[in-house]
């Protein structure tokens, strides 16, 4: 071949992505596909303007394409399809030709579950997460051979451990399930029997908390306790932080631009206590009765005095009068 031999550029997008996904080995999520279309760089002599229209290719076009190789190889007949698994893309032979290629790959039969382990494993398909006490109380006997069946397959895996007393591992199902069975998700499950319901996984897990023990009333009586005290203690805090009042050394000093004359009536005002012992009292109180009966009797004889006093005053006019009345 010579050197002027030009490889053609692909016709669509389309043709691309059934390249990639028939190269590998295996399935691709669309931003693995939009990845590797857009690692290729235009080579000397190719029209950049068309590589560059695939190297900006967005997710949405992708799942265009996608749509449309899915059409065309139903149309075609080619003996594979496009299936989508847990949000990945492979091909994959057509059933009814599953035979032909068993004979090919010279396997005399079909990896085939038992009932047993059907049974098991939709069990746990619908009711994930779950334990193996409750597949157990479900079919009513022993699993463990089952489970391990299962588990060697990779169709299930452990996927915690409950929150419940003994701490029991909780099983799931894997992503090779859902592309062995050809689902592109577990919500497909509901579509397969109307009757059959799988459960929600958040009210599954939840059953698996461990339950909240309640309080007892010396826990309520002692966090009680505990908040009054933090309480009491950021009350302080705050107390502390206020300015505090004017100390009373500043009383004096306010006493003292007072005029002299309230200081005088104040120091007048001022509380007398007598600590003079009781057999002193009885004197004191003789004297001030003696004392007393003299006042009144120096008050009596100034009385007698001025009542002299007023009848010589008396007598002194009669006699004027009548010496008046003489001479006349």
């Given at each position: 071949?010579?050197?002027?031999?030009?490889?053609?550029?692909?016709?669509?997008?389309?043709?691309?992505?059934?390249?990639?996904?028939?190269?590998?080995?295996?399935?691709?999520?669309?931003?693995?596909?939009?990845?590797?279309?857009?690692?290729?760089?235009?080579?000397?002599?190719?029209?950049?303007?068309?590589?560059?229209?695939?190297?900006?290719?967005?997710?949405?076009?992708?799942?265009?394409?996608?749509?449309?190789?899915?059409?065309?190889?139903?149309?075609?007949?080619?003996?594979?399809?496009?299936?989508?698994t847990?949000?990945?893309?492979r091909?994959?032979?057509?059933?009814?030709?599953?035979?032909?290629?068993?004979?090919?790959?010279?396997?005399?039969?079909?990896?085939?579950?038992?009932?047993?382990?059907?049974?098991?494993?939709?069990?746990?398909?619908?009711?994930?997460?779950?334990?193996?006490?409750?597949?157990?109380?479900?079919?009513?006997v022993?699993?463990?051979?089952?489970?391990?069946?299962?588990?060697?397959?990779?169709l299930?895996?452990?996927?915690?451990?409950?929150?419940?007393?003994?701490h029991?591992?909780?099983?799931?199902?894997?992503?090779?399930?859902?592309?062995?069975?050809?689902?592109?998700?577990?919500?497909?499950?509901?579509?397969?029997?109307?009757?059959?319901?799988?459960?929600?996984?958040?009210?599954?897990?939840?059953?698996?908390?461990?339950?909240?023990?309640?309080?007892?009333?010396?826990?309520?009586?002692?966090?009680?306790?505990?908040?009054?005290?933090?309480?009491k203690?950021?009350?302080?805090?705050?107390?502390?932080?206020?300015?505090?009042?004017?100390?009373?050394?500043?009383?004096?000093?306010?006493?003292?631009?007072?005029?002299?004359?309230?200081?005088?009536?104040d120091?007048?005002?001022?509380?007398?206590?007598?600590?003079?012992?009781?057999?002193?009292?009885?004197?004191?109180?003789?004297?001030?009765?003696?004392?007393?009966?003299?006042a009144?009797?120096?008050?009596?004889?100034?009385?007698?005095?001025?009542?002299?006093?007023?009848?010589?005053?008396?007598?002194?006019?009669?006699?004027?009068?009548?010496?008046?009345?003489?001479?006349?």
């Open positions: 071949m010579s050197d002027d031999v030009k490889i053609p550029l692909p016709r669509s997008l389309q043709e691309i992505i059934g390249s990639l996904l028939f190269a590998s080995e295996v399935p691709l999520t669309a931003g693995d596909l939009r990845s590797s279309v857009k690692a290729v760089e235009p080579e000397e002599g190719e029209n950049a303007e068309v590589m560059d229209v695939y190297k900006t290719c967005t997710n949405r076009e992708i799942e265009e394409a996608l749509k449309g190789l899915e059409k065309a190889l139903d149309v075609a007949g080619c003996g594979f399809k496009l299936v989508c847990g949000g990945t893309y091909l994959q032979t057509a059933p009814s030709c599953g035979r032909y290629v068993r004979a090919m790959l010279k396997l005399d039969r079909p990896n085939r579950l038992g009932r047993a382990s059907l049974e098991t494993l939709a069990i746990v398909a619908y009711r994930q997460p779950l334990t193996k006490g409750e597949i157990e109380e479900i079919r009513g022993d699993v463990s051979a089952n489970i391990k069946t299962l588990m060697d397959l990779q299930i895996r452990l996927v915690g451990k409950s929150e419940l007393p003994g029991p591992f909780l099983y799931g199902t894997t992503p090779l399930f859902l592309e062995h069975f050809g689902l592109a998700s577990l919500q497909q499950l509901n579509e397969l029997d109307p009757t059959l319901q799988r459960s929600n996984p958040r009210e599954k897990a939840a059953a698996y908390k461990k339950p909240v023990a309640e309080k007892t009333e010396l826990e309520t009586a002692a966090e009680e306790r505990q908040a009054a005290e933090e309480t203690a950021a009350e302080e805090k705050v107390s502390e932080a206020v300015p505090q009042e004017k100390p009373a050394e500043d009383v004096p000093e306010q006493q003292e631009l007072l005029p002299a004359e309230e200081k005088a009536g120091a007048d005002d001022d509380f007398f206590i007598d600590d003079t012992p009781d057999e002193f009292d009885e004197e004191d109180d003789d004297d001030e009765d003696a004392d007393d009966e003299d009144d009797e120096d008050d009596v004889d100034e009385d007698d005095e001025e009542d002299e006093d007023d009848e010589d005053a008396d007598e002194d006019d009669d006699a004027d009068d009548s010496d008046e009345s003489d001479g006349v």
